[in-house]
């Protein structure tokens, strides 16, 4: 109740028209010529003092990379991209890693704070209780600049930094983990992330660990004509917890910008690990022009017994977006949840949804796809479940739903569903429907104003996804997705 | 006070006029009926007076309190005062009863430059509101008006014309699938806000809901203009002889 007050006071008090974190930094950055060639991938080696395992593991996957093409399955249309036209690597100009806050650029801090994302702990501290306190991997085009609470975690044991740092510090567990869900041929975008992957966050859990605060990495693509290739894997023992929140953002820019990233989580016994994804990518102008290409491998593997995964996704921005994060239920009794809200407005194409893989006995599977669809956007839900023969007793529960605002945009479903043993059960339901004219008129007749009547429809709409998303981000999400939505309707 | 003057009304985008020249005052602490066949004109009439945009307004004016209603929003409107209670309440899923009264009596609050309720206040107005009209509180944590019975989201309007305490009331053919005993519910509820500072445009096909709610007034409204007006008396002349002499099917 109020939320909904506060998403009101906000949506007002808001330049809704301005994708609000559109501004660019200028700093001085170092990066390479344009264009992907094996000097590009050895470069990025080199610039992250990676060892020579990590780099023949690079020139491998280009190499495997150059023989693919880009898929067409997706309900997405774009024109072709020229790889070649693309800087693979910009890194602020900061010489070695900063040790501490002080050494970062001013300009960066200024950044996140704009942003809303506080790195300073002392300000993190002030007034903070310790439960509620979060951790940060700030990820600035292609390097991590700082990792927060990397202290106090580690007292409890838990490993939080950046991926380029786990390959320096920790290679038995990178050596051990990487691509072991997400193979390097994966597919296209994968492969590509692959070979030149810059930076994202490495998580490690250990045994009846039970992560002490929330860890969150903040993606930011500044530079122009820049692809970011985010690598992120989390790694949960037996019996352990995290819960792990990422956001993104983008400058307006007029030209189309890749992000290929590839999330592995790897939940082992009973350990349970919460991924929760706050994307707002700048999503192009109102006439399509520019805006992120967001192609993105999520994979979740429920390699114990009794894990759990689950995906919370509120996606409002980028020009495109392809990505289905999804759960191997490899572990016997082990569970997988997706939770998502799509919204897409102005001229953005979504195809996104999940896949639950049922290996094991018993193992269960819940996804909530929540679609609106506004303006002149087009929104598809694709989502796979599927138990092999072994999955005796597999059960899932899926429920997609599609909200259209205007009649000039799209919602489709397109559910692919595959039982190999006869004792699965799947469910699955799914509605459309619009905000009606008679709708809205009722609400103005109470006095709201048309923004008012559609952000509460929209919430009450979502309302059981955003109850999935810790709290505080709970009201980011419910601002982010009336202020996605303003100027829909009339 | 709500005076209407030669109002003429067609669809929006038709050529159909629906209405054609209406007259109608309705004072303060009055409640005035209007009984008429179907498709006379009523309905439309009340979305017009509360501000639906499916219509066109080709001339006249509708004044609330000597204001001209016509240039503003359907939310101006309702904080001006109007209120409609529908024939057909919309479902809002996902939102819960007590959420909305809420937004809606702050949204109202605002815009008339008025503090926001405090939610302990609001909370106890609702309560006390809910109890009058036999609205359990189970009922106002549900969805609106989702999975509510004909009479339960007939109640729920008369509830949220109690809260938001308007000056001119609309009931739109507000006994349509009540049955007796909601019908009197809805009625007792209605006659309790009776008010000399409060006035009532009562719109109905049928005679019986004037029992319970007894009007000073009755119009008779036929092809889009009132064609005969007086007491309560008219009212059950009607129920005796029908539409028919006004030219149209009962």
Known sequence: MAAVQETIDQVKSIDVTEYKYGFVTELEVDKPAKGLTEDTVRYISARKNEPAWMLEWRLDAFRRWKTMTEPTWSRVNYPPIDYQNIYYYAAPKMGAQPKSLDEVDPAILETYKKLGIPLREQEILAGVAPENRVAVDAVFDSVSVVTTFKKELAEAGVIFCSISEAIQEHPELVKKYLATVVPVTDNYFATLNSAVFTDGSFVYIPKGVRCPMELSTYFRINEQNTGQFERTLIIAEEGSYVSYLEGCTAPKRDENQLHAAVVELIALDDAEIKYSTVQNWFPGDAEGKGGIYNFVTKRGDCRGKNSKISWTQVETGSAITWKYPSCILRGDGSRGEFYSIAVSNGMQQVDSGTKMIHLGRNTTSKIIAKGIAAGKSDSTYRGMVSAHRKATGARNFTNCDSLLIGDQCGAHTIPYIEAKTATAIFEHEATTSKIGEDQLFYCQQRGLSEEEAVALIVNGFVKEVLQQLPMEFAVEAQKLITISLEGSVG | ?250
């Open chain 2, 1 to 250: 006070m709500l005076e209407i003057r030669n109002l003429t009304v067609k669809i929006a985008d038709e050529d159909t006029q629906i209405l054609n020249g209406l007259n109608l005052t309705v004072n303060d602490g009055e409640v005035a009926a209007i009984m008429g066949p179907n498709g006379s004109g009523k309905s439309t009439l009340s979305y017009v007076i509360a501000g639906k945009e499916d219509y066109e307004v080709l001339d006249g004016e509708i004044l609330l309190n000597g204001e001209n209603v016509l240039e503003m929003e359907a939310d101006a409107r309702a904080a001006a005062g109007i209120f409609l209670a529908f024939q057909y309440p919309l479902e809002i899923p996902g939102v819960a009863t007590m959420t909305f009264l809420k937004a809606a009596m702050n949204a109202q609050r605002r815009a008339r430059g008025e503090d926001e309720l405090l939610t302990p206040d609001f909370i106890k107005r609702v309560n006390a509101a809910a109890d009058g009209l036999g609205i359990n509180r189970e009922m106002l944590r549900r969805p609106l008006n989702v999975g509510f019975s004909g009479g339960e989201k007939k109640r729920m309007e008369i509830l949220q014309m109690a809260l938001l305490a308007p000056s001119m009331c609309i009931l739109d053919e507000t006994d349509s699938g009540l049955d007796i005993d909601a019908l009197r519910i809805v009625a007792d509820g209605v006659n309790a806000l009776r008010d000399k500072s409060r006035g009532f445009l009562v719109i109905t096909h049928y005679q019986r809901l004037l029992e319970h709610i007894v009007p000073d007034t009755v119009h008779v409204m036929a092809r889009g203009r009132i064609v005969r007006t007086g007491g309560k008396e008219l009212a059950l002349e009607l129920e005796k002889s029908g539409y028919a002499s006004y030219g149209e099917a009962a």
